[in-house]
């Protein structure tokens, strides 16, 4: 069967490539991510922007396949950490996470098209960040490491700061792969 992943996400890209998937086309969604909604939780808000991405991209899908979608973001203390604006949107959210524990969830949407039912699940892993003091903030602002990464970090780049706790890396970099093995067999 087909896969078609509804991401622009390069990281995405690579995790499904390294675990020995093959797909033909990423179309991307359109749906607009729109943060906390009616007091979502931060597992609620990730399966339902999955869900909403993977219901976007369906009716472009030429053909049987099957459509991948998922949305991941940090969490620390109930407060959701997306993709940085800016450097100092960056800078506030690294002296947030500094010497804290937080989770990192991924909402994943699988389904089967034309007329398969959505699945949607939800992955989760704990890190630990070290307090960071001032020069290793400003120098890893400085590097743009934390463009277009949720919580301004990315795990996938091997920062000695950074554990992981709990749960898988692939899920923290943004897509859990045993998660899709588990949901693929399902649907």
């Not at 007091?39 to 999955?50: D, F």
């Not at 950490?81 to 947030?96: F, I, N, Q, T, V």
């Amino acid at each position: 069967m087909r896969l078609v992943l509804a991401s622009q996400s390069p990281r995405r890209h690579e995790l499904l490539t390294a675990a020995g998937y093959h797909f033909e086309t990423v179309l991307p969604s359109e749906t607009a991510e729109c943060g906390i909604c009616s007091r979502e939780s931060t597992p609620e808000l990730v399966a339902r922007l999955a869900y909403q991405k993977a219901m976007d991209v369906s009716p472009r899908v030429q053909g049987a396949a099957v459509v991948v979608a998922c949305d991941t973001v940090a969490d620390i203390m109930g407060r959701v950490l997306g993709k940085p604006e800016d450097r100092r949107h960056a800078e506030e959210m690294l002296r947030l996470l500094s010497g804290r524990r937080h989770a990192v969830y991924s909402g994943l949407c699988v389904r089967r098209v034309p007329g398969g039912e959505p699945l949607v699940k939800v992955a989760k892993s704990e890190l630990l960040m070290s307090e960071l003091d001032e020069a290793q903030i400003v120098e890893y602002l400085d590097s743009e490491q934390w463009v277009g990464k949720s919580g301004a970090f990315g795990y996938q780049d091997g920062h000695p700061w950074l554990q992981l706790v709990s749960g898988t890396g692939d899920n923290v970099v943004g897509l859990p792969i045993d998660l899709l093995r588990e949901m693929l067999a399902e649907v």
